[in-house]
């Protein structure tokens, strides 16, 4: 279709910023829900590849097909609800997303604790929605398309109220123009400056192609002036009410600016941006300083989540249902470490000790929840290498205990780092004959070393004496005394 022109950006230009706010939240999972349509379908495999480049994991997609009933959405949201992920990602008509969220109200799932995010779809065309579907969706968080404020904006939305009172004067006044509307806008006074410009009112038709088997567009009507209108349209570009509106190589240019939004009431409240270069922050900023992560989650506006609450959700919770995780526990000789006892109330065995408190302390610490139930192993019958080897038989899913790491057990299971010190040791033989009297400081040298040293300290002292004799020393003349030796060993130390 050479004439076709999209004068809308493409929907997978707002992925980017849907994952960089999950990943400011800290949520590792998400629930992708979208109809099973054209548009729906449309978004989801560039919405996953962004959102895995931020080690977000989406473990299910939920499809709606747009013809579904209440009860066919509220199985879908049953079947949510089951699951441990609590983050949910809407991208579908404003129709089923309104159905949706009245739904998800219904069934509790607008409560504390869940996350819903929708898509530019709906949150370009938040004004334009019913008062009670924004009721049910208080909490829910929206990426839209930035429309920068300007007199001119201003002064079109007064007199879009204006004409809008006149010809509905029963409906509310505070209906406004949407993004979508204002794009329309654009879009058609793009037309009309090109048709304009290029006369159009004084074209001839060409007459209709009819090829069989050929689409409803083909058979119409051709204007001679309908290549000129095209390359006319394209290169117009101008700034309109819903911002640079730029239509090169025939579509629209993916934004660079969205909008974070929060419904709140009846209305929504703003509590951020995202931009290509500098991510997201509280502020329109275009100083290309660019946060990820937890981070950004601090230069954002505080956020009114589902059930009225101010704590930022986990994101998971232990599912109803599902599959625990088998955990092998083995008392130890020393309970201090790990010990079991039966509890005659709940009838049931209960674990204690280090081991314990560590491996649960490090369940706590995980980014998703984990369901898990101990399985005590007997003692009585077994070894710690039977304990470990039930691991391998895949009777039990981990096993946690004061375990050894040797290289026989290696060949079976892989260990965790160890949360004990032992360090690696060697064992020598130690002969027991050190001397313990007083001439102990003797022993590091050698008989033959001593006498070698003091035979040589003699030989030095007579050198030293004969040369300070030749010299004329009168303290070395004479008959030798206790003084001349203490002058020569003196010399000896002075000349060393």
């Known amino acids: 279709?050479?004439?076709?022109?999209?004068?809308?950006?493409?929907?997978?230009?707002?992925?980017?910023?849907?994952?960089?706010?999950?990943?400011?939240?800290?949520?590792?999972?998400?629930?992708?829900?979208?109809?099973?349509?054209?548009?729906?379908?449309?978004?989801?495999?560039?919405?996953?590849?962004?959102?895995?480049?931020?080690?977000v994991r989406v473990p299910y997609r939920s499809v709606i097909p747009s013809s579904a009933t209440n009860e066919t959405i509220i199985k879908k949201l049953n079947e949510l609800m089951a699951m441990q992920t609590r983050v949910f990602i809407v991208h579908m008509s404003s129709t089923m997303t309104s159905l949706l969220f009245t739904k998800a109200k219904e069934v509790g799932m607008m409560n504390k604790g869940f996350v819903w995010i929708t898509t530019s779809g709906v949150a370009n065309i938040m004004d334009t929605l019913n008062p009670?579907?924004?009721?049910?969706?208080?909490?829910?968080?929206?990426?839209?398309?930035?429309v920068p404020r300007s007199q001119k904006l201003d002064n079109l939305s007064k007199r879009w109220n204006r004409m809008y009172l006149q010809d509905n004067p029963d409906d509310s006044p505070s209906n406004k123009l949407s993004i979508v509307g204002l794009r329309g806008y654009d879009t058609i006074w793009a037309l009309a400056?090109?048709?304009?410009?290029?006369?159009?009112?004084?074209?001839?038709?060409?007459?209709?192609?009819?090829?069989?088997?050929?689409?409803c567009l083909e058979p119409m009507v051709i204007s001679t002036k309908g290549p000129q209108l095209l390359k006319t349209i394209v290169q117009n570009k101008f700034r309109g009410f819903s911002g640079e509106f730029d239509l090169t190589d025939r579509q629209q240019l993916k934004a660079s600016v969205f909008q974070i939004i929060n419904v709140v009431g009846r209305g929504w409240r703003e509590i951020g941006f995202w931009t290509v270069k500098g991510g997201l922050s509280k502020q329109l900023k275009q100083d290309?300083?660019?946060?990820?992560?937890?981070?950004?989650?601090?230069?954002?506006?505080?956020?009114?989540?589902?059930?009225?609450?101010?704590?930022?959700?986990?994101?998971?919770?232990?599912?109803?249902?599902?599959?625990?995780?088998?955990?092998?526990?083995?008392?130890?000789k020393i309970p201090e470490f790990i010990n079991s006892y039966k509890d005659p109330v709940k009838n049931a065995t209960t674990m204690s000790g280090l081991t314990i408190d560590i491996f649960e302390e490090a369940i706590k610490r995980l980014p998703f929840p984990l369901s898990y139930e101990y399985l005590e192993f007997d003692t009585d019958t077994g070894s710690y290498n039977d304990f470990v080897y039930h691991v391998?038989?895949?009777?039990?899913?981990?096993?946690?205990?004061?375990?050894?790491?040797?290289?026989?057990?290696?060949?079976?299971?892989?260990?965790?780092?160890?949360?004990t010190e032992s360090g690696v040791g060697m064992i020598v033989p130690v002969k027991e004959n050190v001397m313990k009297d007083m001439w102990l400081f003797?022993?590091?040298?050698?008989?033959?070393?001593?006498?070698?040293?003091?035979?040589?300290?003699?030989?030095?002292?007579?050198?030293?004496?004969?040369?300070?004799?030749?010299?004329?020393?009168?303290?070395?003349?004479?008959?030798?005394?206790?003084?001349?030796?203490?002058?020569?060993?003196?010399?000896?130390?002075?000349e060393s």
């Open 132 to 146: 009670g579907v924004i009721e049910a969706m208080n909490g829910v968080l929206g990426v839209r398309y930035h």
């Open 1 to 55: 279709m050479p004439y076709f022109v999209r004068a809308t950006p493409d929907d997978s230009a707002q992925v980017n910023s849907i994952a960089s706010l999950v990943q400011a939240y800290g949520w590792r999972e998400v629930v992708v829900v979208y109809d099973n349509t054209d548009y729906g379908r449309g978004i989801v495999l560039y919405l996953t590849d962004a959102l895995q480049k931020v080690d």
């Open 288 to 332: 290309g300083f660019k946060k990820t992560g937890p981070d950004s989650m601090h230069d954002l506006n505080p956020v009114i989540w589902p059930g009225e609450s101010t704590k930022t959700p986990m994101g998971w919770e232990i599912p109803t249902v599902g599959k625990k995780l088998k955990v092998g526990v083995r008392s130890s």
């Open 193 to 215: 400056q090109a048709a304009e410009k290029v006369g159009i009112s004084n074209a001839t038709n060409k007459p209709p192609l009819f090829i069989k088997n050929s689409t």
């Open 392 to 419: 391998y038989l895949q009777e039990y899913d981990i096993a946690v205990a004061d375990i050894t790491i040797r290289y026989n057990r290696s060949l079976y299971v892989d260990f965790t780092v160890p949360y």
């Open 442 to 494: 003797l022993k590091p040298l050698s008989t033959e070393l001593w006498f070698g040293s003091i035979l040589l300290f003699m030989y030095t002292g007579v050198v030293v004496w004969l040369l300070e004799y030749l010299n004329g020393n009168e303290h070395v003349h004479g008959h030798i005394s206790l003084k001349q030796l203490a002058t020569t060993v003196f010399s000896i130390f002075e």
